[in-house]
């Protein structure tokens, strides 16, 4: 599955006004200060790339889900402002994504300039792929570049509606991610191992199907190994369970054979970190299947990591999407944290799938040790189940 498209060096930039949707939908705080630039900085080598030769650069982007119309929690300044200091050059932030004082901003443009459009998503029309808003926002421009993997899953105005109308190349980012989570599914250097963890089955039941022929070994852990006691016939007490999902978990128990990994121990609690004060819930660790009647398992035990980490450090190929308990609080966090220190450790290529497992991998420290962290989580999960994304299928082939 080598990379087919077109990308920013196989078009010349010089002089042209360049819209590049990127993904800068990144996590604020109340005050609205961003708590974490990750997918900020990993836009940077295609936008200092077109810069750099010349481009007129204009940026678009959603951030959170407004409702309907422009609100100001969703404004995009912070990142204008964050932007400008990772590029040591102005980025200024447009009023709007469309319209005649945009075209004006974008008129006065010089080479090497850089706009960021106001949030897309301020426009209903965005999520809805509307064909007039997706021309007016490739009328300002001459070429179109998608960055945003993010967000490439998704048919949308600014990610696929433009392409029609524009020619239509991959950033660097882009092809990266493809290149990465393409290579290592197809050519995988072996032992290749994948760790799916995170709350619903169901979520995974596409991957599960797409990676299990593919893997050495498939380890399950968080919410989801719950689901697959249960179908073992297993008590699990007051823990996660997806009931639609038995009849798929027990097929897929009778497929794996020796090939699926489930955890032996569990740390279980007397109620939910989400639903009461974490500081007085009681914890244990238990065998898996003497979880008490009237307890929920929040976390992998130690024996289950030791052996993860005995796995991992064999492994060559190693892919990581979601996580092994509920890490967003301290005392359920030691599986999450563990299997993260295990690929840190390892030799193998370590692929981190977006969203919770980025965000804990990012969160404990560890995100400089992997030798890929997906900026998408959605995208990342539809590309494994070998699903095509839209907003890369409008790309022009090489």
């Not at 808003?133 to 993010?150: Q, R």
């Not at 250097?189 to 022929?213: C, H, M, Q, T």
């Amino acid at each position: 599955m080598s990379f087919n498209k077109k990308t920013v060096e196989d078009v010349d930039v010089a002089g042209k006004r360049v819209l590049v949707r990127v993904d800068f939908n990144v996590p604020q705080d109340d005050t609205g200060a961003i708590t974490d630039d990750r997918r900020i900085r990993a836009a940077l080598p295609t936008i200092q790339y077109l810069s750099g030769k010349g481009a007129r650069v204009i940026l678009a982007s959603h951030l959170g889900r407004p409702k309907g119309g422009p609100t100001p929690k969703y404004s995009l300044n912070p990142v204008a402002e964050r932007l400008a200091q990772l590029l040591s050059q102005p980025v200024p932030l447009a009023p709007d994504s469309v319209g005649p004082e945009v075209q004006a901003l974008v008129g006065a443009l010089q080479n090497g300039d850089v706009l960021l459009l106001e949030n897309v998503r301020f426009y209903p029309e965005e999520e809805k792929n509307d064909p007039e808003y997706a021309l007016k926002l490739a009328s300002l421009a001459e070429l179109f570049v998608n960055d945003a993997f993010g967000t490439a899953h998704r048919a949308h105005a600014s990610t696929e509606g433009v392409a029609h109308h524009l020619p239509a190349v991959a950033g660097f980012l882009l092809k990266k991610e493809l290149d990465y989570l393409g290579e290592t599914v197809e050519n995988p250097a072996r032992p290749f191992v994948a760790i799916l963890g995170g709350a619903k089955v169901k979520d995974k039941i596409p991957v599960i199907e797409s990676l299990l022929p593919k893997v050495d070994t498939l380890i399950i852990v968080g919410g989801m190994s719950y689901t697959f006691f249960k179908a073992q016939g297993k008590e699990i007490g007051k823990s996660l369970l997806d009931l639609n999902s038995l009849d798929f978990v027990a097929k897929v128990q009778a497929e794996a054979g020796d090939k699926l990994m489930l955890p032996v121990d569990v740390t279980v609690a007397d109620g939910n970190p989400f639903d009461v004060d974490p500081a007085t819930l009681h914890t244990k660790v238990v065998p898996v299947g003497e979880i008490p009647a009237d307890w929920e398992g929040v976390d992998i035990g130690p024996v289950t990591l030791k052996a993860i980490a005995a796995v991992l450090g064999g492994a060559k190929t190693v892919l990581w999407n979601g996580p092994a308990g509920i890490f967003e609080f301290p005392q359920f966090a030691a599986g999450t944290i563990g299997v993260a220190q295990a690929l840190a450790d390892s030799a193998a290529t370590t692929i981190v799938g977006g969203g919770d497992s980025a965000a804990a991998v990012e969160k404990f420290g560890f995100a400089d040790q992997m030798t890929h962290i997906s900026t998408g989580g959605g995208a990342s999960l539809e590309f494994l189940e070998g699903k095509e994304l839209p907003g890369v299928a409008a790309l022009l082939d090489k």
